[in-house]
């Protein structure tokens, strides 16, 4: 079952800039590991300083390479203490309701 996770975190304005080349960085070699079917960084137009990444993986097993890569480790290390407000959601599809259906009689 494929994984589609939404990543939100925020920095000091100071820090944007940094925090903005290690993302771009992380987000070509994540690109290119294994089961990544797509990876969007993107910053907020008015607020540079708040970020978000859309990543759909394969797998969870893809997924979980990804969060032990020496890529995103790389990264970790080089943001170390220039991020707050971090949230981490998966995502899921709409599932259809059900129909309900009602038989008039006549």
Request: net charge negative; hydrophobic share 40%; aromatic share 8%.
């Amino acid at each position: 079952m494929r994984e589609t996770v939404v990543v939100s975190f925020s920095t000091d304005e100071r820090d944007a800039d940094h925090v903005a080349s290690a993302l771009k960085t992380l987000a070509a070699r994540a690109c290119n590991l294994h089961g990544c079917i797509s990876y969007a960084a993107t910053t907020l137009e008015d607020s540079p300083s708040e970020f978000h990444i859309r990543q759909k993986w394969e797998n969870a097993t893809a997924w979980q390479a990804y969060l032990n890569s020496d890529a995103h480790f790389e990264f970790q290390t080089t943001v170390f203490g220039m991020l707050s407000e971090l949230t981490v959601a998966k995502q899921a599809p709409l599932r259809p309701r059900r129909t309900t259906c009602l038989a008039l009689a006549s």
